[in-house]
């Protein structure tokens, strides 16, 4: 291969072989390759783990299938990658057939949203295609860190410039203003008509003795931590000399100590340039988009090496004891689904808060739980062979009076009686009827790779239609839950948009980060759906829940 720092590990042969000699082609150096086919004995946490240590390696690259140990890679991966940079392809991100899931949170748990979040929580760079791959590990391994937010665009075009203003911000770098001493700098290279602003425009005039200047001051000013430079192709000047002096300027001010990414447009001489360009270890492209796109990787990149690694550490106040027995009399009879109730006092067990309740055996117990629970209150069947209450009829709000729920009792029973002939009834569960909240679900299911998962979302037409959840791989923390939260499109529901109070999102951070212990610690649950949660200004209460347990053989 060409040579270079970056270690490329593919779990396809074939593909492995031919992206070698595209190492040629875009002049992406490689430190080692590695083939690892259906990893026999060692797997991609074994390399990743090697290559952490390797002094000729900068960046590991992965072309990934499938990993075999999930749990070990992620742990493996958030190590390294505070190290140096690891980038993944995945393949085979598209949806897995149809699971057979009976919870929400099962049928949204394809492995490609659980890889997402894996790689995500281990820092782990997902790459979106072969391109994408060279594209960054080459930026990553030819540039230094980018040890700040400020960046400048030089450029000699303005279209260009716009084009890449924008990536900035798609990409999650915006470019932001420069300080009116830079500007003035910037100034002296360029004729009266050009802009000193960012994007710093040396216009269609420019020579190599602009480019050579601009870029020097933007290496030299202490407010840059990197630096775009693109080029259009112009009748006046020749791409190899504005190469060449991009080069000059980096060498003449002590090599690239932060991330210069470069970009020119134009015919066939661009390309030797961009070659020339690559060739001196300067990254460089034909799209102004991907190297925005690069340095924000780069800076992405950094800003996740940076930040100290945390171990999550289980939450204060956890019955553990309580947790087990419930877990452990649904199995003992031979049940999958725990009832709704045993679901609720779960999370409880695990510091979560959900409504009060207990199971009538016959309508004068309903009736004394309501008084002892205060009205209004909510019943619901509480019968193994009934999972979706509702739809059977099963379940009663907004009881105020002894009356009602003597009613309700009554026609509860008959209506699961008439949907499920051969319903086995355990009781009615009377409970504290919830106040109406914002609703938002959490749930969890274990991934065949990466084991339990934590999963959070807006409730109500959020999951149902528009899939605006997110995953992580469990355990969590609160700091990890929060992410989660700021992360969803509805976030701004949460933080209080338009008028709207602001919502606990400290409750809901606790919560989700308590769920995640409860599913880490307790491994026979296999589905678990808090759903809905009722979220409030102060606060949460859980007005439903479903929890799968490992069917026992
Ligand atoms: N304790 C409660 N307090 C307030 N509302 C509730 C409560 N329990 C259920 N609800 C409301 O009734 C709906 C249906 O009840 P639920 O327990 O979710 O049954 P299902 O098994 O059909 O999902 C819930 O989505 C929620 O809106
Ligand atoms: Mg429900």
């Known amino acids: 291969p060409y040579e270079g720092e970056i270690a490329l590990i593919s779990q396809s042969g074939a593909l492995g072989v031919a992206l070698i000699g595209r190492t040629w082609i875009d002049k992406v150096g490689l430190s080692k390759f590695i083939s690892i086919g259906n990893m026999a004995d060692l797997n991609f946490s074994d390399f990743v783990e090697y290559f952490k240590d390797d002094e000729e390696t900068k960046v590991i690259a992965l072309y990934i ?24 392809l995945k393949a085979g991100l598209s949806k897995r057939g149809a699971s057979a899931a009976m919870s929400h949170t099962g049928s949204l748990a394809g492995s490609a949203e659980v890889y997402k979040a894996a790689f995500k929580q281990s820092g782990v760079i997902m790459a979106e295609d072969l391109t994408d791959l060279f594209v960054k590990a080459n930026a990553l391994a030819l540039c230094p860190r980018m040890v700040g937010d400020n960046w400048v665009i030089i450029t000699n075009g303005g279209g260009v410039g716009v084009l890449s203003t924008d990536a900035g ?150 019955d553990r004891k309580r947790a087990r027995e419930i877990i452990e009399k649904a199995l003992s009879e031979g049940r999958e689904w725990l009832f709704e109730n045993e679901a609720k006092e779960l999370l409880a067990t695990y510091g979560v808060r959900v409504t009060k309740m207990k199971v009538a055996k016959n309508e004068e117990e309903a009736v004394q739980y309501a008084k002892e629970i205060g009205f209004p209150v909510v019943m619901k069947i509480v019968s193994p062979d009934v999972i979706h209450k509702s739809d059977v ?122 769920i995640s212990w409860l599913v880490y610690e307790n491994p026979e649950i296999v589905e678990l759906d808090a759903n809905p949660v009722f979220l409030y200004e102060r606060g949460l209460m859980v007005a439903d829940a479903r929890v799968r347990l490992k069917r026992q053989e």
């Open 169 to 318: 911000e798609k990409y999650g770098i915006p470019l932001p203003d420069i300080p009116e001493e830079l500007k003035n700098e910037f100034k002296k290279c360029m004729p009266e008509f050009g802009s000193p602003k960012n994007p710093v425009d040396l216009t269609g005039m420019a020579t190599e003795k602009e480019y050579k200047e601009a870029l020097k001051i933007a290496l030299k000013s202490d407010f840059v931590h990197g630096i775009i430079v693109l080029y259009c192709h112009t009748a006046h000047t020749d791409p190899m000399e504005i190469a060449k002096a991009i080069k000059e300027a980096i060498d003449e001010t002590g090599g690239m100590k932060k991330p210069v990414i470069v970009s020119f447009i134009g015919g066939k001489e661009v390309y030797d340039a961009i070659d020339w360009l690559k060739e001196n270890k300067i990254p460089a492209y034909d799209a102004p988009e991907m190297a925005v796109k690069a340095l924000a990787t780069i800076r992405h990149y950094t800003k996740w090496a940076e930040r100290p690694l945390v171990k999550p550490k289980p939450p204060e106040n956890i």
């Open 393 to 514: 009829g099963g379940v009663k709000v907004d009881l105020n009076s002894e009356e009602e729920v003597r009613k309700a009792y009554k026609e509860i029973i008959e209506n699961v009686k008439k949907h499920v002939p051969n319903a086995r009834i355990e009781g009615i569960s009377v409970q504290e009827m919830a106040p109406w909240g914002t609703e938002v679900i959490i749930g969890s299911t274990r991934d065949p790779q990466f084991g339990p998962t934590v999963m959070f979302g807006l409730g109500g037409i959020f999951v149902e239609i528009l899939k605006d959840v997110t995953f992580r791989v469990a355990p969590i923390g609160d700091d990890q839950a929060k992410e989660m939260i700021e992360e969803i499109k509805g976030y701004p529901i949460i933080a209080g948009a338009r008028g709207r109070r602001a919502l606990d999102k400290d409750a809901l951070a606790d919560a989700i980060a308590r």
């Open 65 to 88: 299938e499938g990993v075999k140990d999930g749990r070990k890679f992620l742990e493996v991966s958030s190590k390294t990658s505070k190290v140096k940079p690891v980038i993944a």
